[in-house]
Nanobody, 124 residues
């Protein structure tokens, strides 16, 4: 089992920045591909970004390309999401996801592990 705990959310004005963190504990001897998703009120959970075990491959949703950066520190069992130039439409609960393959970590499914989420609110 792997437990994921997100942090770093909050309220920020449009154009501002936040850095989310996702700390993994438990069975961290296996290094998983990791991803970030978000879910706005009344909408489905959507993919934001993902990376493989050594961060050699990264993927982003078109809506965040050039503004968000995903990274990881395997020594700290932590994945980060640096969010710059935030927009009101980025407002959502952001979730961390770990899964066994890069393909699975990029989709919402019934595999892998999920955190409890952290709220990001961007005011206009």
């Amino acid at each position: 089992q792997v437990q994921l705990v997100e942090s770093g959310g909050g309220l920020v004005q449009a154009g501002g920045s936040l850095r989310l963190s996702c700390a993994a504990s438990g069975r961290t001897g296996v290094i998983y591909p990791m991803g970030w998703f978000r879910q706005a009120p009344g909408k489905e959970r959507e993919f934001v970004a993902a990376l493989n075990w050594n961060a050699g491959s990264t993927y982003y949703a078109d809506s965040v390309k050039g503004r968000f950066t995903i990274s990881r520190d395997n020594a700290k069992n932590t994945v980060y999401l640096q969010m710059n130039s935030l927009k009101p439409e980025d407002t959502a609960v952001y979730y961390c996801h770990a899964d066994s393959t890069l393909a699975r970590v990029r989709v919402v499914g019934d595999t892998g592990y999920w955190g409890q989420g952290t709220q990001v609110t961007v005011s206009s």
